[in-house]
């Protein structure tokens, strides 16, 4: 039997439409009952505590912070807690919680864009999605989540991101942790067991970033060797591609043995070596790919995999490294 903890403060997931606009009329127990008619929770029992009751766009700091210490002792015996909430201010709702909230036990935010007498109300959906994910082995560990439309989102980076639209938030720089429908609960797998870097590392080797544009040359790539990097990423086109001179230099650089990271400058999707003179040269000559990474975060990656081998390490262990990572993390095949 697994036991959650559900607080209901309000929000537009609680009220009914009345005369001089919407009102926070439902409680815990009545959200509960519309939960369960959208999915049977199984071996789930389920405690339910009014809090507040207001519209979040009322809501003080002070009452956030209170919201904070009442999960804290719920936490301590329930195996998951779960707040319904306005969605105008649950973001900052959320980042609050996630500074004061510690420990394996998953504590999950949701709400709705449409009142609980709606015709097509979505909060009874949210609402079942959050209690599945709060009662899941998956979600253990998981720290402080956003469920709505499906998603489970991280509460550090979450924004609501549209007015009125029934997916109205999202993590822009993370995506969602999980999802939570009729195919059942699934948590994305996000980084590998075991640790990339060795204890006492105190610095890493210099790895410089260079960026695609129309016309560009192997000038940075030059200027950055001057300097000592000891490696190279480049922010290509569309799927990973780089404009001959780029490509020419890259291709120098992994025959004399300094690794090479391909990334997009895009901001979203995976690179591909798909382009002859371009990404597909640099794949062949074993330039690592890096997935759907930042230029940035990529960056870093190399780095620290340049870390713990010694600089006459040929590049094609340093990229197998890099490879394994990416794989064990999930974010290449």
Request: glycine share 10%; hydrophobic share 50%.
């Amino acid at each position: 039997m697994r036991r959650l903890v559900l607080f209901a403060t309000g929000g537009t997931i609680a009220t009914r439409n009345a005369v001089g606009g919407r009102r926070v009329e439902v409680g815990a127990s009545e959200l509960l009952k519309s939960a369960e008619a959208v999915w049977d929770l199984g071996d789930v029992e389920v405690e339910v505590r009014d809090l507040s009751g207001r519209a979040s766009f009322a809501a003080q700091v002070s009452d956030v912070l209170a919201l904070a210490q009442a999960v804290r002792w719920a936490a301590g015996d329930a195996d998951g807690v779960v707040i319904t909430h306005g969605t105008d201010t649950l973001e900052e709702s959320a980042f609050l919680l996630a500074l004061s909230h510690s420990g394996p036990v998953p504590v999950v935010l949701t709400g709705a864009q449409r009142p609980f007498d709606d015709p097509a109300p979505d909060g009874p959906r949210n609402l079942a999605a959050a209690l599945r994910w709060a009662a899941a082995p998956q979600a253990r560990g998981s720290g402080v989540t956003v469920a709505f439309a499906d998603e489970i989102l991280p509460a550090v980076g979450v924004r609501k991101t549209h007015s009125l639209a029934l997916r109205a938030f999202a993590a822009p720089d993370r995506g969602p942790v999980g999802h939570v429908d009729e195919a059942g609960v699934r948590r994305h797998w996000t980084a590998p067991a075991a640790a990339f870097l060795r204890d006492g590392v105190t610095d890493l080797p210099r790895v410089d970033v260079v960026a695609q544009y129309l016309g560009a040359d192997a000038t940075a790539i030059d200027a950055a060797l001057s300097r000592g990097a000891r490696g190279m990423v480049v922010a290509g086109f569309g799927s990973g591609n780089t404009t001959p001179p780029v490509t020419e230099a890259c291709l120098r650089l992994l025959h004399q043995g300094i690794p090479v990271a391909l990334t997009s400058r895009t901001g979203a999707g995976s690179v591909v070596g798909l382009y002859a003179g371009a990404g597909a040269d640099l794949a062949e000559a074993g330039a690592v790919l890096a997935g759907d990474l930042s230029a940035w975060q990529a960056r870093l990656l190399l780095a620290a995999a340049l870390s713990v081998e010694d600089a006459s390490v040929p590049a094609d262990r340093v990229a197998r490294r890099c490879r394994d990572w990416l794989r064990d993390a999930g974010i290449t095949a």
